[in-house]
């Protein structure tokens, strides 16, 4: 083997064939009708992996398999993320088929709206299994189908990196970091990586519902200047269920266009420049005055 051979050998997870990084490996994306998890089907099944899409929108899940199967093998099955059955049903079904699985995306999430002093307990406990209990019952009921080791990826949020205005949500979601660090901790031995993205505004529909001042405001507080495409984060799924990401795991990552990464200091800059926020569709070249006055740091 030369050098370069050791530098860039990815065979502790699997190595790529015709190009394609995802060869022969399966993966499950929760919540995958739609949105993110559907733009990530597409990508990860390019790559050449088996998807396995579920989500409770029947319809809309198994149109968008049939319109991807000309990409490779995709396959849509029902699995609503908080059902202890619908988990047994679909990790037997893929046992007694003998598929080995190699990727879980726990991708599924709703909004759960509700202030603190107002939300009722019913209200709390559904954003709270929706957004965080249906990862948990993912991992346990696909951790064991994982027998050649395997990348499991839950889907965060911003609201899972400060306070935001859906208590239940953002509890939730906080709840995924600590599920993502023990998991990453307690699967290692079996091969097995776990990591976590939080994505900022991305344009799809679980926004629809949103006021347009509150996204607006969101855009304004977001360096980048716009939400993202579901299709640019399907970009990191596929680098995260890939071998190349082998020695990744526990780790966290926000996907935000800057957005968590400025503590209000954009609100700053914004009023000292003297810009107007604009919300751009494209990422343009930063826009920074010359002279900064010197303020608190
Ligand atoms: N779009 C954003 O701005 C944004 C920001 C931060 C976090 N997120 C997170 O990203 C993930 C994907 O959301 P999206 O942006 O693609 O939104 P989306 O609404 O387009 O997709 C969410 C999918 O989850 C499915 N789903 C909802 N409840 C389910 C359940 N109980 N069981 C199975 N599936 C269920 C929906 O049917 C839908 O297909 C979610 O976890 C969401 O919380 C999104």
Request: charge should be negative; glycine fraction near 12%.
């Amino acid at each position: 083997m030369s050098a370069l051979d050791d530098i860039t050998n990815n065979d502790a997870e699997g190595s790529m064939q015709d190009g394609k990084r995802l060869h022969g490996r399966t993966i499950v994306i929760t919540g995958g009708a739609r949105g993110q998890g559907a733009a990530e089907a597409a990508a990860l099944l390019e790559q050449g992996a088996a998807v396995v899409v579920t989500d409770i929108v029947d319809e809309v899940g198994q149109s968008l398999a049939e319109g991807l199967s000309s990409l490779g093998r995709c396959e849509y099955r029902h699995l609503d993320i908080t059902s202890v059955e619908d988990w047994q049903a679909l990790a037997t079904s893929l046992a007694q088929e003998g598929r080995v699985v190699h990727g879980l995306i726990n991708n599924a999430g709703a909004p759960q709206r509700g202030r603190i002093l107002d939300i009722p307990l019913e209200g709390w406990n559904r954003g709270i299994a929706v957004n965080l209990t249906g990862a948990m019952l993912g991992i346990q009921h696909v951790a064991s189908l994982m027998t050649e080791g395997g990348s499991i990826l839950n889907v965060g949020s911003i609201a899972a990196l400060s306070a935001h205005h859906q208590v239940s949500y953002t509890a939730a979601k906080w709840g995924l970091r600590g599920l993502t660090k023990v998991a990453a901790l307690e699967l290692a031995p079996l091969g097995i990586r776990v990591n976590i993205v939080h994505p900022g505004f991305i344009d799809t529909e679980i926004n629809s519902g949103a006021p347009q001042k509150l996204l607006d405001t969101q855009l304004s507080l977001t360096p980048a200047g716009r939400p993202a495409q579901p299709a640019e984060i399907a970009h990191l799924a596929v680098y995260l269920m890939s071998p190349e990401s082998s020695f990744l795991t526990g780790a966290e990552i926000p996907f935000d266009g800057g957005y968590s990464s400025h503590g209000g200091a954009k609100v700053i800059l914004d009023s000292i420049s003297g810009t107007t926020p604009s919300h751009r569709s494209e990422p343009t070249p930063d826009v920074v005055p010359d002279e900064l006055p010197i303020g608190p740091q």
